[in-house]
């Protein structure tokens, strides 16, 4: 039972956390210490739980609680497990980087901070391991609750609308996740998922289902066109917090499209089912790196990039659900292993990323690229962590996001070869899809690190900048090491992942390591060896290295000039660079793309202008109600009993007249 | 993962093209002088301008950093990584663990992320707008490349090169005109990246190219010049081995190799020769135009995957 176990340590330290960090909130450094030493213990007992239930048979614990149609039931499998830890992993490093992030916010009600964090962490873990519908829902609003409280800590204009935002979409999905919960409920005449995987519901229904399913936790995943919220919510939300929002709480909803795609009707998959993921897939794969491609403000370029990677997330879940509805098991665990892998990817580089933008935004006080700059030479480790993370997000080998890049291939590779016309056809143009997103990717990291990190600073914080605090740049670095790290040793990593697949769908394993080299199965006739490519880096690194060496002691050292070469002019802080013109010529290849994003954000806007005007309307309508109706029926009320006072006039001998009166009423009614 | 030989072969592959590569660039620069009616330099004018390089001073604008005195090693090693995993004398991949597709395809954006980031850490404009051109022409390529590159692995049954071109040679592909297509689509995708007109001109200064090297000097310069020569010989070597495998040794033998070396020369004087023949024949296209130009090249590789769809 050492999963569970140390799941309950994990929550009631969170518990005891956030309780303590509300207690002590009139002093703002004790309230910092007592949450984030809360939080280092309850992320690192919550790591142990989920790497031992890695390899686990599923824990489970059913504890009746309060409500009689609803068992508090938990249940630690594989693939929890996966979340668990990526949750643990990600809040781990949050907490240390926030002992001294959160000074920032230092009499700003830093105990309410803690407080959210910790019931935020606390209920993802909860969501994840929930194994009953009404206890999931439970968790998924707290969860969306304590976030949205999060989002509006800065409680600027900006953060309060786009907390509005945030709360509406999210509503909006619960409502959907909760109907289809509902209808799955009401065919297994319980709300335990345990039932819900026993019954096979009828192909339309269970279609019915998947599609509110997959738009209730898409929303809260971001994909395209359900995104809206995503890039306004998570730069709004403190950095260690949108680290968290963007690495793991939109892969809730990934989860969530697993659990309900995968898991809970498991085996009746239809196969348009996972090309209608796929299609979304792709789409916010383009879209969402093409729309961070024309961002200057740092978090928004981060987060749009959430909604890229949750596309390639999808891409692999849908070659899973494919494989699934072809009845080849072989390609659902490639495909869905590739979507697991990069999702525990994207944690951990973009948690780096936000951290790293969060530590640069510590010393120039703005989320606005252009006027930064650079600040590698005040900020190196920063700079190398972000580095790192960019090379990561970019897919570019021998790093993590490279290799379930490569297995993502893979499984659209796999799937082409077999299945029928439709499949066929999908899955190249997903793979080409793929393909751009890489290269908008790299685009975008040379333009954010460059205008971030390279060139002349653009504004006084730039130039005046230090390299960040030490806790800040430790939970940099353990992100970092783990980018390099899940990407050199994914011969050991790729196997495990393949385990939480196969045993999340319930087929046999498939091989996926061999020694150093990394394959798509069995009889795959390509194989990829990270290993082996840092290596021969390396090695052959030396040979450029030497001849650059060679010549060292006959020429003058070498010399950093005043200033770069500008047509004879002298340099000006004005010519350099921008993150607007670095863009400038995708944003003219693209045009159409950035038009249907006007076009999508008009539908938005008007949505929430008709919200407003519904707002607008009920308000105007709730007086004309009362005037209408409520206020005559209570006034004439008055009228009537001011009429009827005039019977008691307050002489006893008229009261004695109306006794005899009504009796002999009565005499007569009685007699007749 | 590999044996001795292969992987002796791989290290000796790259090493190789290592030491010719300026060769191969001044060959180039030589064929279009003589189709100038130029005299032109000798064909080992390159070796000379990169040895007179590597004993000047290496200079760095005050706001360079270390991305930008890194960039050149990065370059040549990230190359010849990629040469140990491209068929060019055999039909195999010498180390198959780098020759599949998608590595290849990664690894040269490793190249050009690292060139462009080195654009912009000069903290130069002008190396700034060469990045981003460079990384545009990225974006504009690499989709082509993938959809030729996937249709030719869905004909052949495998993501790695030289099992691509082992279908091809033995013709086990079961449409010609699928592959034709393909090849046709990769061929216009590789013409792009080799940085030649109409849509670059290597050898100018703030060109594509050549921009984001605005302010490399000495050593530095003369490593990059020789990762750009490198870099073209790769791109040809790659069309050769997937495409135009003919020729190439099937086994590891001596008179295998030997042959395969002599068929892999012959190969790469006919294509650069073709290269000049294009490059002399055009002008300097404008840059805003080059997405209607690689239109075309979608076009042809979505036309190369239909006609693999009905199997034509």
């Known amino acids: ?672 | 993962m590999p044996t001795l030989s292969h992987f002796l072969l791989a290290v000796v592959q790259a090493l190789a093209l290592f030491a010719v590569a300026p060769l191969i660039s001044g060959l180039s620069r030589f064929e279009r002088a003589k189709m100038h009616t130029r005299r032109g330099p000798s064909i080992f004018q390159d070796y000379r301008d990169i040895y007179k390089l590597l004993r000047r001073q290496d200079l760095a604008p005050g706001e360079a950093g270390r991305i930008f005195q890194f960039m050149p090693v990065v370059m040549l090693a990230t190359l010849m990584v990629i040469a140990t995993g491209l068929p060019m004398l055999t039909r195999f991949t010498p180390i198959s663990a780098v020759g599949d597709l998608i590595t290849v395809v990664y690894l040269f954006a490793l190249i050009r992320f690292f060139f462009s980031l080195s654009g912009l850490d000069s903290g130069s404009s002008f190396a700034g707008i060469g990045a981003s051109r460079e990384l545009t022409m990225g974006v504009l390529v690499e989709p082509i490349m993938m959809l030729a590159l996937f249709v030719a692995a869905l004909l052949a049954g495998s993501t790695n090169l030289g099992e691509i071109g082992i279908a091809i040679s033995s013709g086990t592909v079961h449409s010609a005109a699928a592959t034709l297509l393909a090849a046709g689509a990769f061929a216009f995708a590789l013409y792009i990246e080799l940085g030649k007109l109409p849509y670059d001109m290597a050898e100018a200064e703030q060109e594509l190219q050549e921009g984001p090297l605005t302010e490399y000097s000495g050593p530095s310069l003369a490593l990059v010049k020789w990762g750009l020569a490198l870099k073209q010989t790769l791109v040809v070597g790659w069309f050769i081995g997937v495409f135009l495998p003919f020729g190439s040794a099937t086994e590891m033998s001596f008179f295998g190799l030997i042959g395969g070396l002599i068929a892999f020369v012959i190969k790469l004087f006919v294509i650069f020769g073709v290269i000049a023949v294009i490059e002399n024949s055009v002008a300097r296209a404008r840059f805003r135009l080059t997405p209607q130009h690689s239109w075309l090249g979608v076009g042809a590789a979505s036309l190369a995957f239909v006609f693999y769809l009905v199997g034509l």
């Open chain 1, 1 to 672: 039972m050492t999963p569970l176990s140390f799941f309950w340590i994990s929550i009631l330290v969170s518990v005891v956390g956030a309780l303590a960090s509300i207690l002590v909130r009139n002093s703002d450094s004790t309230a910092i210490r007592a949450a984030s030493g809360a939080g280092i213990v309850a992320s690192a007992a919550g790591l142990v739980s989920g790497l031992s239930a890695l390899s686990g048979p599923a824990a489970v614990i059913d504890l009746a609680g309060p409500y009689p149609f609803a068992h508090f039931v938990l249940r630690v499998d594989p693939l929890a497990g996966l979340m668990i830890s990526v949750i643990s992993l990600l809040s781990l490093v949050a907490w240390i980087y926030g002992l001294a992030y959160m000074r920032e916010y230092e009499g700003r009600g830093v105990g309410g901070m803690g407080f959210f964090m910790h019931i935020f962490i606390a209920s993802m873990m909860l969501v994840v391991a929930a194994d009953n519908a009404f206890w999931f829902l439970i968790f998924f609003e707290m969860m969306s609750l304590a976030s949205y409280f999060l989002v509006i800590f800065d409680q600027n204009d900006e953060a309060v609308s786009a907390g509005f935002l945030y709360f509406f979409v999210a509503h909006a999905g619960s409502v959907l996740i909760m109907a289809a919960f509902f209808l799955m409920a009401n065919a297994a005449g319980s709300f335990d998922f345990a039932a819900f995987r026993e019954t096979s519901l009828s192909p339309t229904t269970a279609s019915i289902v998947f599609l509110l399913g997959f738009l209730g936790f898409g929303a809260k995943a971001g994909m395209i066109p359900l995104h809206i919220w995503l890039p306004r919510a998570h730069p709004a939300a403190p950095s260690h917090a949108s680290a968290l929002m963007s690495g793991v709480m939109i892969k809730i909803g990934v989860f969530g499209i697993i659990k309900v795609g995968l898991d809970l009707l498991g085996g009746q998959e239809l196969l348009w089912w996972g090309v209608v993921v796929l299609a979304f897939g792709a789409v916010s794969s383009v879209l969402g790196v093409i729309y961070a491609l024309a961002e200057h403000d740092i978090k928004k370029l981060l987060a749009y990039h959430s909604v890229e990677n949750i596309g390639i997330i999808l891409l692999g879940v849908g070659v899973g659900m494919i494989g699934i509805a072809m009845n080849n098991p072989t390609l659902a665990v490639l495909g869905l292993m590739a979507g697991l892998y990069h999702l525990l990817n994207h944690a951990v580089f973009k948690g780096l990323l936000f951290l790293g933008a969060g530590s640069v935004i510590y010393r120039t006080h703005t989320k606005d690229m252009e006027a930064m700059g650079g600040l590698a030479k005040a900020m190196p480790w920063t700079a190398l962590s972000f580095l790192i993370g960019a090379l990561a997000i970019s897919a570019i080998p021998p790093l993590n996001g490279f290799v379930s890049e490569w297995y993502t291939y893979q499984a659209l590779f796999a799937g082409a070869l077999e299945g029928s016309f439709l499949v066929r056809f999908a899955t190249p143009i997903a793979a080409v899809m793929l393909a751009l997103t890489g290269a908008l990717a790299v685009m975008c990291f040379v333009k954010a690190y460059g205008v971030i990190f390279s060139g002349p600073a653009r504004s006084e914080n730039a130039r005046n900048a230090t390299e960040a605090p030490h806790s800040m740049v430790a939970g940099m670095a353990i992100l970092a090491a783990a980018c390099v790290l899940l990407g050199l040793l994914a011969p050991l990593v790729a196997p495990v992942m393949g385990n939480i697949a196969s045993a999340t769908l319930g087929v046999p394993a498939v091989m996926f390591a061999d020694g150093a080299t990394l394959m798509p199965g069995e009889g795959a006739r390509t194989v990829l060896s990270t290993p082996l490519i840092a290596v021969l880096l390396i090695a052959l690194a030396m040979l450029p290295l030497v001849i650059h060496g060679i010549n060292a002691r006959m020429r003058a050292t070498r010399r950093h000039t005043e200033a770069a070469w500008a047509t004879g002019y002298l340099p000006d802080v004005h010519m350099a660079l921008t993150a607007k013109s670095f863009a400038q010529p995708i944003r003219m290849f693209f045009a159409p793309l950035y038009a249907v994003r006007k076009t999508v954000s008009t539908v938005w806007a008007c949505l929430t202008r008709g919200y407003e005007r519904f707002v607008c309307f009920a308000r105007r309508n709730e007086p004309w109600a009362d005037n209408r109706f409520v206020n005559p029926i209570a006034s004439g009320v008055g009228v009537a009993g001011r009429r009827f006072q005039v019977i008691q006039g307050g002489d006893f001998r008229i009261y004695c007249l109306y006794i005899v009166g009504a009796l002999v009423a009565l005499l007569i009614v009685a007699a007749s």
